[in-house]
């Protein structure tokens, strides 16, 4: 896997850390820092599981993504780059490796590794303040999705509360099926909506 690290600001000299983690066990399977002269980064990893992607960098908010590699027996190279937002009061970013239970917000394991690099990015961030944002697809009734949103998005709060987080600095707020991303007319629209946000309000 290779790509190159974007800074939105265009700064110099930056390290970014890249680590890849099973998904089922929340354990480290690779990792590596990108090249402080060019942004660029090269890893392997093995076939046959599901992965969590982190990529860290001081000053930036976290970048996360998810893939699956149980399928492919045949695949030599996965080219990504990946973009990091400074830490800046209103900027945001998807947290893609948060699950919950169908119709729940119950947080299933799987979201462990996320939670724990958002707990970090508060620790070591100690003035920030941030909203998670709780949204769903537009598919049943507008008061069930704000309730299940919100329910969501306090479920993440409540993680980090009793993870020692002061509580005065996370607003939880659930926005239903408002401010889609993709279309609801297909299910892969609907799976991108039905998401959960960080956004900076105080820095």
Known sequence: MKGKVIYDNNKKDNISLLEIKDLSSGKVITSTSSDRINDTYLMTLPIGKDYAMSVTCKGYLFY???????????????????????????????LKNIFFATNSFALLTQSNAELETLLDMMTNNPTIK??????????????????????????????????????????????????????????????????????????
């Open 64 to 94: 996360s993504e998810n893939f699956s590699l149980s399928n492919d027996t045949n695949l030599n190279m996965i080219e990504k780059d990946i973009n990091l937002v400074s830490i800046k009061e209103g900027n945001k970013i998807i």
């Open 130 to 203: 941030i909203e998670i944002s709780g949204y769903t697809d537009n598919v049943g009734k507008d008061d069930y999705n704000i309730n299940l949103s919100q329910k969501r998005a306090e479920s993440v709060k409540q993680y980090l509360i009793n993870k020692g987080v002061k509580e005065d600095r996370i607003v939880a707020k659930g926005y239903g099926k408002n401010n889609p991303i993709a279309t609801n007319d297909n299910e892969q629209g609907r799976q991108m909506n039905r998401r959960t946000e960080f956004k900076v309000i105080k820095q």
